[in-house]
C-alpha cells in the first residue's frame, strides 16, 4: 500500500508564497489595508497616504496634533499592526 503525506492547504500555499517571494508583499498590503481597521475612523479620517519601505511604515496625516501623538506612539503602533497580521513585517512607523 502506499502512503501518502497529506498537508493542510494552509500550509502548501504559505509555502509557494514564500519560494515565489509573495509572502512579504502580501503581509505588507495587509498592514496598509488594516491600518483603518486598527486606527478606528477618526485617525483615518485625517490619514492621507501609507505606503511601505524597507520595514518602515510612513504614513502622511493632515493635523499636527494627531501627527504629534501618534509619533509618540509609535512602539505600540508597531506591535498593533504586525499582530494584526501575524508577523513581524515593519520595524519602524514614520508620521509626517
Same mark, same amino acid.
Given at each position: 500500500?502506499?502512503?501518502?503525506?497529506?498537508?493542510?492547504?494552509?500550509? !502548501?500555499?504559505?509555502? !509557494?508564497?514564500?519560494? *515565489? *517571494?509573495?509572502?512579504? &508583499?502580501? %503581509?505588507?498590503?495587509? #498592514?496598509?489595508?488594516?491600518?483603518?481597521?486598527?486606527? *478606528? &475612523?477618526t485617525i483615518t479620517?485625517?490619514?492621507?497616504?501609507?505606503?511601505?519601505?524597507?520595514?518602515?511604515?510612513? !504614513?502622511?496625516?493632515?493635523? &499636527?496634533?494627531?501627527?504629534?501623538?501618534?509619533?509618540?506612539?509609535?512602539?505600540? %503602533?508597531?506591535?498593533?499592526?504586525?499582530?494584526?497580521?501575524?508577523?513581524?513585517?515593519?520595524?519602524? !512607523?514614520? #508620521?509626517?
Open positions: 500500500m502506499f502512503r501518502r503525506k497529506v498537508k493542510p492547504l494552509t500550509e !502548501v500555499l504559505g509555502k !509557494v508564497l514564500r519560494e *515565489g *517571494g509573495f509572502e512579504s &508583499p502580501l %503581509l505588507q498590503k495587509r #498592514i496598509i489595508d488594516g491600518w483603518d481597521e486598527i486606527m *478606528g &475612523p479620517r485625517y490619514t492621507q497616504e501609507k505606503a511601505i519601505r524597507n520595514q518602515t511604515l510612513f !504614513v502622511k496625516i493632515s493635523s &499636527p496634533a494627531l501627527r504629534q501623538e501618534l509619533s509618540m506612539m509609535r512602539t505600540q %503602533l508597531i506591535k498593533r499592526l504586525n499582530d494584526h497580521v501575524g508577523s513581524f513585517v515593519i520595524s519602524e !512607523v514614520r #508620521i509626517y
